[in-house]
């Protein structure tokens, strides 16, 4: 009975999804590995695992692994930065980020101006000089919250929040 190549991927995960569906369809199918190959370029450039299933079976194959190729299309799923467990949810990120961006902005402008032009204007002074260091200060404080704010996922398992675009 004729072969057909049903999937070809570098994915070895990708690769034991597909094969873990034709399985449980009790479809018969052949993997080969052809990165395990000793034979450099008998695959051409991008060697990878290799699925082929018999003819018959190739339609309804086809079928039954879509899930697992569009899947795969949708780029690298998120997962937690600190325990590195995949199940994260989307929340929505909180209104006050931008106030507090918006804030942080404004307090590094402020003495930055007075800077630049209190000696022209003839107006510094030792006081002012340290409102300006301590305006700027807390603004570096406030980007740095805005930084944890400034998220969309949550880690189910250990509570991280954490961004993930
Ligand atoms: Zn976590």
Do not use: W
Request: net charge positive; hydrophobic share 40%; glycine share 4%.
């Amino acid at each position: 009975m004729k072969e057909i190549l049903l999937y070809k991927s570098n994915d070895s995960i990708v690769a034991n999804r597909i094969v873990n569906i034709l399985d449980v369809n009790n479809i018969a199918y052949r993997q080969h590995d052809e990165t395990m190959d000793k034979r450099p370029g008998a695959y051409g450039p991008i060697p990878g695992i290799s699925i082929y299933v018999f003819e018959k079976d190739y339609d309804r194959a086809l079928e039954l692994i879509d899930p697992v190729i569009k899947d795969n299309t949708k780029g690298p799923q998120p997962f937690c930065p600190k325990c590195g467990s995949k199940e994260v949810e989307v929340i929505p990120r909180p209104k006050s980020t931008k106030v507090v961006i918006l804030l942080a902005v404004l307090l590094f402008l402020i003495p930055g101006l007075y800077f630049v032009y209190s000696r022209n204007l003839d107006i510094r002074s030792g006081t002012l000089d340290i409102i300006a260091i301590v305006l700027l200060l807390s603004s570096i404080a406030l980007m740095v919250i805005s930084k944890y704010q400034n998220v969309n996922h949550q880690c189910k398992k250990c509570g991280k929040k954490f961004n993930h675009i």
